[in-house]
Each structure stands twice: as structure tokens, then as C-alpha cells.
């Protein structure tokens, strides 16, 4: 089994900046992958970003593109989600989802390609 805990929401005035965590424990792969969804009240759950554990390598959902970035940090089993320039509109609860055994040609910005994901941290973005 694989356990997520997000950590670092809060509430934020526009344009701010705010940084997510997501701790993980049990195995993961070299081909896993790490991703952050967020979902507000009514709508369904958003793409945000994504990387591949291996390599670092990073997608991004075309809102967020230019003002979030998402990293790892190996020595701790963390990644992370910086997001800058916060809009209101990114107001949402944010959920880390991974999938431990990834494959070529995987779709990053879908939900369901994700095995597991933690509670998930509320982020408010105040105008």
C-alpha cells in the first residue's frame, strides 16, 4: 500500500504564493508517477500538474502553466507543488495521486490512471 498526506494548504491573498507537500510512504517505483488534482465545490477534478519520479520530468495543466511548478525531493519521498501568482479561481482542494508503476504513453491529466490519493489540503485564495 501506498499513503499520500498532503500538506501546506491555507488561505492566500491573490497573486501570493503558497507551496504543497505530499509525503509518500510505501513502495513506489522508478517508473512511478506523481500527480496534483484539485476540485472545487460543483466541479469535477482538474488536471494540475504531474512528474515523473525517475527523471523529474513535469507536465502541467494549461491553467497553471508559467505560475506552478512541481518537484521532487528523492531523500525525503516528497513532491512538491509551488504555486505562485495564485489566482481566486485556484481555489480549490488540492489532492496528491500517484501511481507507483508508470508506463510509456501514460495520460498524466487523467484520474483514473492514479492508484492511490491522500485526503487532499484545502488552498483559498482570497481577491
Known amino acids: 500500500q501506498v499513503q499520500l498526506v498532503e500538506s501546506g494548504g491555507g488561505l492566500v491573498q491573490a497573486g501570493g504564493s503558497l507551496r504543497l507537500s505530499c509525503a509518500a510512504s510505501g513502495r513506489i517505483f522508478s517508473s512511478a508517477v506523481v500527480g496534483w488534482f484539485r476540485q472545487a465545490p460543483g466541479k469535477e477534478r482538474e488536471f494540475v500538474a504531474a512528474l515523473k519520479w525517475s527523471s523529474g520530468r513535469s507536465y502541467y495543466g494549461d491553467s497553471v502553466k508559467d505560475r506552478f511548478t512541481i518537484s521532487r525531493e528523492n531523500a525525503k519521498n516528497t513532491v512538491y507543488l509551488q504555486m505562485n501568482s495564485l489566482k481566486p479561481e485556484d481555489t480549490a482542494v488540492y489532492y496528491c495521486?500517484?501511481?507507483?508503476?508508470?508506463?510509456?504513453?501514460?495520460?498524466?491529466?487523467?484520474?483514473?490512471?492514479?492508484?492511490?490519493w491522500g485526503r487532499g489540503t484545502q488552498v483559498t485564495v482570497s481577491s
Open positions: 495521486a500517484a501511481r507507483p508503476v508508470g508506463y510509456s504513453g501514460i495520460n498524466y491529466v487523467t484520474t483514473s490512471e492514479y492508484d492511490y
